[in-house]
């Protein structure tokens, strides 16, 4: 059977796991929407994880892909995040008319006017993706031209998003400063602690997810997807066979990005807060890090990670709180190590791959 | 008849050296020209700077006698025609060769061009390994995968860097009888190659390099008399 | 891959769907609280992170005011249990091990929090789940909410006292005030209530100056230059006003001391400074410094005594990584959080979080810092005494001042 | 004025008090142990007896200040005394024998500058050793104007050494800017504007509102030169203080991303561990300077250099083991790399926390690396700074020597060149790898070592510096030292030259802007490595 005649939807059901693991997200999805015996707080943990997924997902594609790391997906988690937080916020006054908590200890007499339009979603949705695609535009245009790569990309992506936390610290930058947006009253009208908001989120964030999988499952397997992989193995061979990798990686940075400030937008109400946290070093190489365990270069691995590691950490930090950070470093080396292609290899394993590890595993791209 | 690639002035520095030195060349429509000389000579800068991978200090190149190639992108230059096999074998390695031929012929997707594609990896002789994934293949099937790649598109100027380092005297004769069955009136073929007997059966000049600089011009066999190319670098 | 089996993958598909969905449908972990005549009470204080220093001894000073009680008979016929976790000084951490506190491990009631960051986050968790969330520290105030007991002052009652006192004949004259504060909101919010104080007094903006650095900033050299020359300008006494936190403090205080300035030529009043924050310096050349809270160790009186004991044995006892010998104010206001809660609760005769808020109204604790601590029904906050300290030798604090009683909380401030 | 509010009381209590009034030490020390304002009625009483005072008194005065500073006076129920190791003493007569009991009054803010100025003026007129009453000259030298101008004429007569008479007599001087003698107004002036500082210059500009300096020409002419002067100095200082800080900084940058920059250059691995290899670094000379307490006390002082070896081999040695078991199996995967020394960092962070703590160590400050010297005008250099200063400079030369001057340098530089070929002349660059490794860990770990006098030691200490030396390092260049260095200084300078316009947040905002827009413009930072892209 040839690769090349068949239908692109015959070749997205190809990856068993893929397949496995959308149709375990979207399972998880009709649960969410239709079991009744869920209750509020499982329905908030796993639409949170739903969100880290879909954050974890939209690394994996320009990293696994595309072979660029950004140690900076925060910003683009962060901008919708904001963005969120700024619409539920206009949306909590016009619903409730409670002046939240911000206008207080910002010293403000009312939020800013500007942020008035946001209270309409179809508005701040468009403004959610606007920014992070012009921002993600403007900072890829600029560095793939000059051709930053490799390490420093890595490195300039993490200075970027540093740079955002520490203006975002700044109350005078207009944000609520290090305590960020909180006291969401009410979303599409409804307050927040009536039954099935945390619901009717967490199944947004499944659904979200599930398209964003079949989405990138597309995509990736396409003629488009074939070209970012040959832009990882050797963008210099790519560039030479007449192809503008620019536009390419420029196009697979801007769709990660949205995609990131999408999860930050279903993520927002769902903790209830947002601020500069998520802009920190630390959670950006975490998403990498969800990445790699789960097995980078594979949209289902990038699930598996999220949801594994967040799950571990949700439950750890409240149980057994001194075992997580041990936990963790331990599953980056042991993964770092044993499974150079994640834990989707785990069945896959043999002890001889210690010794040969990296016959055939995403590489970085060239510098 | 319009030359190739034609070389005027070229001088091309990296830091405090000078790998290629006030160069001057012209190569023809219809000539497969051997490019030789010790490490270190330029051969592999003069690529670079005709495929755009490197710029120059000074100097032009022209292809066609009409596109400026030193201020043209490497995409562009690919585009026009000019295309360039490494010295490292270059293939994407999690690709299929197929994909990878594929991506050579710029993604074309019609009749004639499957044709041509199948044609290749039967000229290149891996249509049987067509599914399987580049990084799988042996050294000399990669260094051939890349030839496929680079001759799919029909280019008008086709530049080998190294085409036969690491293959076996049997891969050395087929990549010969392939590159000498790639010479077509329309196109110029540019080999870098330290194998002389290789050299000596496909190229019908030779430009001898010496830091920088053209050290000789002409047949091969005038080439191995010349006492300053036997001295720089064929030896006694 | 081509050639894939229908079998294995629908098995692989139904496996990893129902694995999925599992977790959905387990029971709880940790079982409801209330069966077996024990009362769950949830700390949220880090043990990792950057906060861990400060935050990681309340841990056990719940627990050590939970044994006491309990020792005492307990609460309502239930002996409380402490369940600690550690948010690692990550902000979504905390609201997510909150929710989950609440929510699963059924608490009732939180004892949490060191930054105003982390409140902010835990905030609305509790307001959504209606529970209740004791905070120890002291803040920038402007936050009124039914959820949350302010256990500490807000600056209205501990700030401003302090600066008067500094401003007074009996202090410094203070005339002119250098603010340097980390570049978050309770630096920015104490500072801007001190400028309208100062307003109210008369006194001219070119009085004062305002810096902020960001988080865990260290170099303090180009800064201090900065005080320096402001500080030999003309207009009379200069005062620092120091609202940097965590590894900035003792940063700042090792340069302020290299570059030749004491405590007689330009005093530093240490806001958020603990003597947690002078390990690890030589205090000789900070002597005189002050500090501002609700509670210091010096304080006088035969509850502290007890409290600074029960301390130095618990330690011993549970072996916490922590010094014996010191007891800084937030303690101590997680110690009287725990005992008000427990004298809440047995008041309401229940462990509701609205019962037991309908029962603060009234309240009193004989707090270790000698005052005699009370809360109303007006609101959540809590009344406190006032202590200035002043940096000792040996790495502590003096009571410097002290309030005659305590001030009644003023939640919002009236100067911005 | 800096001391306005205190002396003007003080300047109060000389006018009252008779000149001759006499020392009543029994009075002074019950007054002493009556509250706040009974310590400044008897730092009052002490100063007016100076000028008069016997060199008994004075020495008594002496005596007694101090321990109220030291918080050796116990206040009682009976009569104030004096601990000592040796027995207490009555306050009064300094007699041994009297019952210690009671507690050290506490010196209150504004107290406290009298105490001292008491203390500093006594020890000024009756200091048993010249460099006693040096010191306590120093001490004066700001609060001059406070005291009663007979108190320095006389500790100038009374003054034997004779560069300090001089220096007595110019304080003195000094004190006298607002005496009703012109003419010693004018040498005040002169005087003070010799120290060109700021407060000089607050004291001098204060002048203009005189009358004087409408009516006078020469003492207008005297002040307007004096201010003219200081302001020239004072640029200077400024300038000064400008570099020294921005050196400092750039010295911490420095060393912080060295031993970053030789693995990045040599690997191409980033590694995310370097902040908490200066951790332990810093960890390993707590523990020398323990050991050192427990087997030499004498010699505790000398702990920063001792460690010195010890700090470099315990790193290098953890370098050693995190490459041979982690990094050196993911080589050609450098962005895993970097986040399995992620791994590697929260793993030794978290192991340090349980293992010893959270808190910041204790660490005992040598007098070498304590305080600062004001050289000119409000140019100050402090002494801990200048350590690390000159640590970095040394550490740069050393390391500078390792690269150029050893068999391992020679192979570190020819791997960073062409891995490939050094590997075919016979360099087992494996091994290379693992060597240059710990180089740069060893390097780390002196930075730790440098840092421990300027800033706080926890766990968390390493986290601060990642993105810091990172962008120098970017910045820089691979495989060059001199771009290190290079990036270093600028980083350094700049940021100190934004911080006093901006603030510390924009310094540092605009600064790594500034980085990664030049990073856009030379992707390979500032002394890239040029060659052949493929």
Known sequence: MSAAKRSLLARALDDRIFVAVTSAVATVLLAAAAWPGLSDYRANIVGQLACFALLAVALDLIWGYAGILSLGHGLFFAIGGYVAGMH?????????????????????????????????????????????????????????RSRVGGVYFAIITQALTYVAMLLMFRNDTGFGGNNGMTGFQAIFGVPFQSPGVARGLAVA?????????????????????????????????????????????LAVWCVSAVLAAVAGLLYAPQVGIINPRVLSPDLSIEIAVWCAIGGRGRLAGAVIGAALVNALKFSLSATLPDLWPFVLAGLVILVALIFPNGLLDIGRWRPTLLSRAGALQPRDATP | MTVAVLVEGLTVEFGRFRAIDDLSLAIDYGEVRAVIGPNGAGKTTLLDVISGVSRARTGR??????????????????????????QKPSVFEAL??????????????????????????????????????AGELAHGQKQWLEIAMVVVSEPKVLMLDEPVAGLTDEETERTAALVRRLRTPGRAIVVVEHDMDFVETIADRVTVLHEGRTLFEGSMARARADARVVDVYLGR | MSAFDRRTFLKTTAGAAAGAILPLAAPPLIRSARAAGTVKLGCLFSSSGTMANLEGRLNFVAGMAAEEINAAGGVNGSTIEVVTSDPASDWPLYAQVGRQMLAETKVAALFGCWTSVSRKSVLPVVEQNDGLLFYPLHFEGDENSKNVVYVNSPPASSVLPAVDYLMSPDGVEAKRFFMLGSDYVWPRKINKQLKGYWKTKGIDESAWKEEYVPFSFSNFQTLVNQIRAFADAPGGKLVVVLTVVGSSIPDFMREFANQGISSSDVPVLGLDMVEADLEGLDTQKLVGHLNCWAYLQQAKGEANQQFLKRWAGYVGKTKAPFRPDVAIDPMVSTYDAVHLWAMAAKKAGSFDAPEVRKAFGGLSFDCPSGYKIGMTAENNYVSRGVFIGSVNESQGFDVLWQSEDTPKPVPMSQYG | MRWRGVLAGLIAVVAACSPAAALDRASVAARACGGASGMTDAANAMVASLPDASVEDARWVATFSNAAIERTLRCGAGAPTIAAPEGARDAASLRPGAPADGSPPLLSLKNRPLFETVRAAATLLAGPTAAERAGALTALERRAGSLPPELFERAAEAETDPA??????????????????????????????????????????????????????????????????????LAVSNALNVFYNGLSFASILFMASAGLAIIFGLMGVINLAQGEFIMIGAYVAYAVQEAMRAAAPGLLDWYLIAAIPVVFLVTAGVGIAVEATIVRRLYTRPLMTLLATWAVSLLIVNLVRVAIGTQNLQFVTPSYISGGRLVTGDFIVTWNRLFAIVFAAVTLALTWFVLKKTPLGLNIRAVTQNRAMAGCVGIATRRVDMMAFGFGSGLAGLAGLALCPIYSVNPQMGSNFIVDSFMVVVLGGVGTLAGTVIAALGVGQINVLIEPLYGAVAAKVIVLLMIIAFLQWRPEGLYAVKGRRK
Request: net charge positive; with cysteine; glycine share 8%.
């Open chain 1, 88 to 144: 539920l916020l206009e949306h909590s006054v016009a619903v409730t008319g409670i002046t939240p908590d911000i206008v207080q200890f910002m010293g403000w007499k009312a939020l800013p006017g500007w942020w008035g339009p946001l209270e309409s979603f179809p508005v701040a949705l468009a403004a959610a993706l606007g920014v992070a695609f012009v921002v993600a535009f403007l900072f890829g245009w600029v560095s793939f």
């Open chain 1, 205 to 249: 964030s499944l659904a979200s997810l599930v398209a964003a999988l079949v989405g990138c499952r597309l995509l990736t397997i396409g003629r488009f997807g074939r070209l970012l992989v040959a832009t990882r193995d050797d963008e210099v061979r790519l560039r030479s066979l007449g192809y503008e990798t620019l536009r390419l990686k």
């Open chain 2, 61 to 86: 190149v022209l292809f066609d006698e009409r596109l400026e190639l030193t201020r043209t992108s490497e995409a562009a230059i690919a585009r026009a025609g000019v295309r360039r096999k490494f």
């Open chain 2, 96 to 133: 299929t060769v197929r994909d990878n031929v594929e991506i050579g012929a710029g993604g074309a997707r019609d009749a004639a061009a499957r044709d041509r594609i199948a044609a290749t990896l039967e000229t290149v002789g891996l249509a049987a390994e067509a599914d399987r994934l």
């Open chain 4, 164 to 233: 300090l008479k001089e220096r007595v007599l110019g304080v003195g001087q000094a004190a006298l800017l607002n005496s009703p003698d012109m003419a010693k107004r004018l040498a005040a002036i002169q005087r003070i504007a010799a120290t060109p500082d700021r407060r000089a210059l607050t004291q001098i500009a204060a002048l203009k509102g005189d009358p004087a300096y409408g009516e006078d020409p020469a003492f207008r002419a005297a002040v307007d030169a004096a201010v003219g002067s200081i302001e020239r100095w």
